[in-house]
């Protein structure tokens, strides 16, 4: 009875096996292999950041990955890309390329901003005030918004500032130490619901100047913008 058991506990692991192997063979026709792209540009003679340099230029809107908090994780937004889906991390680790503080009032009957501004200063026609902070407006909504540089890339990520409970002091820490807050490593985290910052060391070089070429760049015109996918809270 004993080795009936065996053989059909051996027979089922072959089944199994044979299963997965099949299902990761033709998984692998649809995986794209970026240092296999890159070998066979090196074959052939072709640049590969060059082709990327090229292609860059030609899209009109630079689109940004977005963070979000969502159920005590953050979660990363990757609809802009063949490569990757939705990404959920407990801890992010990124360089802080720019800090912003962005302000928006919503006229709910028509449905869109009437008036948004960025570090105070209003950045549209007619705006309700020639600065926030002689603004007869109370009600507008304000955000932190966090321009990122990980894995590579630029990400940003928008919070409102009870939900950033240490911002002000990782940043006041930071100076004291008389450290920018782009030489730094940041460290996000989330406890229940609310995002902790602390440092995991300097940002090596060749991150720091890359971060600080992208921010001033390719970033610099949309960090001049807001957007209602900075405050989602109004498409409720």
Partial sequence: MYQLAKARKTRMTHIVNDVIESFLKGLGENIIDIEKIKKQFEE???????ELTKLRQSIHQFNV????VKENQFHIRCDD????????LECLEAIVMEEQYIRALWDQKHRQMTCFSIDSKPKVLRPMSH???????????MKIRL??????????MVLSPDVMT???????????GRL???AVNTVFSVSEGK??????????????????????????GLMGEVTEKDFTEFDR
């Fill in 44 to 50: 052939l003679g072709l640049e590969y950041e060059q």
């Fill in 65 to 68: 990955p977005r963070i979000t």
């Fill in 81 to 88: 890309s063949y490569l990757e889906n939705d990404v959920l």
């Fill in 131 to 141: 600065g926030c902070n002689n603004c007869a407006h109370t009600n507008c909504t």
């Fill in 147 to 156: 321009w990122l540089w990980a894995w590579d890339k630029p990400f940003v």
């Fill in 166 to 176: 240490n911002w002000d002091t990782h940043k006041l820490k930071c100076f004291n």
């Fill in 180 to 182: 920018p807050l782009i």
């Fill in 195 to 220: 995002v902790i910052v602390d440092i995991h060391g300097t940002a090596n070089k060749e991150a720091l100047v890359t971060a600080v070429q992208v921010a001033r760049t390719e970033l610099s």
